[in-house]
């Protein structure tokens, strides 16, 4: 995977230096694949192969790029690559994120820990 970020970062920096022949959709699509490769080594387990301050560099070299500078689309998938970079790099340290650990019970689990007795509906017969 760092070498996927390499070569992508690489790309990107280029193409914001001028040097590249880039459009801002093809940029864009650079970015998309980026965020799903930090999805998918997240799904495969933590790691900090991602490093989250390279990708922060590069919106900043967005927004001064006279190529890029109009489309905040970039800008917003910069911080979201960001994001997931820092959100998988605090996993691999061994920090759990706001979502571990909390799991969704239905309403009658509830009711039965706090002692709260359970009431079975009433079924209703067909008059025939």
């Known amino acids: 995977m760092a070498s996927l970020q390499q070569q992508l970062l690489g790309l990107a920096e280029n193409a914001c230096k001028n040097s590249g022949n880039l459009t801002t959709a093809q940029m864009k699509e650079i970015l998309n694949l980026v965020l799903s490769s ?68 239905k309403a009658d689990d509830v009711e039965a820990e706090e002692g709260v007795p359970h009431k079975n509906k009433k079924q209703r017969h067909k008059n025939s």
């Open 38 to 105: 930090v999805r998918q080594t997240a799904r495969i387990g933590p790691t900090t192969a991602w490093r989250s301050e390279e990708w922060r560099s590069l919106s900043g070299e967005l927004k001064n790029s006279p190529r890029f500078k109009t489309s905040p689309v970039l800008e917003k998938l910069c911080k979201r690559i960001v994001h997931a970079c820092e959100t998988l790099s605090s996993e691999a340290s061994g920090q759990q994120s706001k979502k571990a650990g909390v799991s969704k019970r």
